[in-house]
């Protein structure tokens, strides 16, 4: 499976943006899908995480701002957000998990997209 993020760019607090993770390749009937980030200094943690049957997960500091999505005619995840804020700047990496339920565990996902970097201005 790969999987190719894209969407990242520069905004203005408050701003907002959509990322995309399109996946190919060998595909499973139960899957999770989630998007991660990972600021300077910091480690890399789950945001946002939807599964194949369509339940949600999202890291308290997003609740309310992001939004994923997944469009499975278009094997795409999307992930909305919203009222940008400055330490929403990291790298984003889209992964993929074999078999629900959503983790937060970073080493469970089994396929990883390229990071694509979001910066929010002050």
């Known amino acids: 499976v790969q999987l190719q993020a894209s969407g990242g760019g520069l905004v203005q607090a408050g701003g907002s943006l959509r990322l995309s993770c399109a996946a190919s390749g060998r595909t499973f009937s139960n899957y999770v899908m989630g998007w991660f980030r990972q600021a300077p200094g910091k480690e890399r943690e789950l945001v946002a995480g939807?599964?194949?049957?369509?339940?949600?997960y999202y890291a308290d500091s997003v609740k309310g701002r992001f939004t994923i999505s997944l469009d499975n005619a278009k094997s795409t995840v999307y992930l909305q957000m919203n009222s940008l804020k400055p330490e929403d700047t990291a790298v984003y990496y889209c992964a993929s998990k074999k078999y629900p339920p959503i983790t937060t565990l970073r080493d469970r996902y089994d396929y990883w997209g390229q990071g694509t970097l979001v910066t929010v201005s002050s």
């Open positions: 939807i599964s194949s049957g369509g339940s949600t």
